[in-house]
């Protein structure tokens, strides 16, 4: 089911959760997704601009802002709530960095500082668009650049990065070619899987598993108590750390079995 056309539209319980979130903590990049591609090669940069333009008006979340709606401002007169806004176009321009004539070890170092300043960049969720690209290059011929590109959580998730990838590259192939761009029409957007999520869940759809689960924690009022190094602390800092380590192939195999099987 399509969503009949809206000045606002509700958001998703994920969303909401998201937007909550920013609420809190304003400029905090938790629920930034960053991207970099390095990219080797002649370089048309107004074709790669042409491309993200074309990929924002396939994508209606591309052109999503989310504000806060009035109590005056709403259809039915309920209290204020966020909504998604849906722009017809969205300007935005490439951010561009030269680090070409730094020496190898200088360079590496300035092109990480640069990706992680522009992946910390805040966002304004009242504003779109909710995502940012940059392209940093890396040598003075112009034909080695890593491009950037984060997009905040609200409008986007992991498989979506990986399928605006494949589109972003086809529609750039093609452009760079002067072959047309016939991509089939997207039969639903991210408002209409809304709609019908949000329809499960007034419906009481999902009401088992909640109930499932208040029960099964009734007991753990402050959270589950893990076997950690050091106390939780009060306040979620985002600190972490990584751990890389090989697991053998014959158990990644089973792994994958029982991904299939459960």
């Known amino acids: 089911e399509n969503c009949p056309e809206s000045k606002y539209y509700h958001l998703s319980r ?27 090669g002649a370089l048309d940069v107004p074709i790669l601009k042409k491309s993200l333009d074309l990929l924002a008006q396939r994508h209606e979340m591309l052109r999503t802002s989310i504000v806060v709606v009035s109590e005056e401002e709403s259809e039915n007169g309920q209290d204020e709530f966020p909504a998604q806004i849906l722009h017809e176009r969205v300007d935005f321009e490439i951010l561009q960095k030269d680090i070409s004539g730094l020496e190898p070890e200088e360079k590496e170092r300035r092109l990480y500082e640069a990706i992680e300043e522009i992946g910390k960049e805040p966002f304004d969720l009242a504003r779109a668009p909710l995502f940012r690209t940059a392209l940093v290059r890396l040598d003075t011929s112009g034909r080695e650049y890593v491009m950037v590109v984060v997009k905040h959580h609200i409008i986007s998730d992991a498989w979506s990065i990986n399928n605006m990838v494949k589109e972003f590259v086809f529609l750039y192939d093609r452009l760079s070619r002067d072959l047309p761009v016939d991509m089939e029409p997207l039969a639903f957007q991210y408002k209409d899987y809304t709609l019908w999520h949000n329809g499960l869940i007034a419906g009481g759809y999902f009401d088992k598993y909640k109930d499932y689960w208040l029960e099964k924690f009734k007991d753990k009022p402050t959270g589950i108590e893990l076997p950690l190094d050091y106390p939780r602390g009060a306040v979620q800092t985002f600190n972490g750390g990584r751990i890389f380590y090989k697991i053998a192939e014959a158990e990644t195999e089973r792994l994958r079995n029982l991904a299939d099987t459960t």
């Open 14 to 40: 994920a969303q909401k959760r998201l937007w909550f979130f920013q609420q809190m903590a304003p400029t905090s990049p938790a629920y930034h997704i960053l991207m970099s591609i390095r990219i080797t």
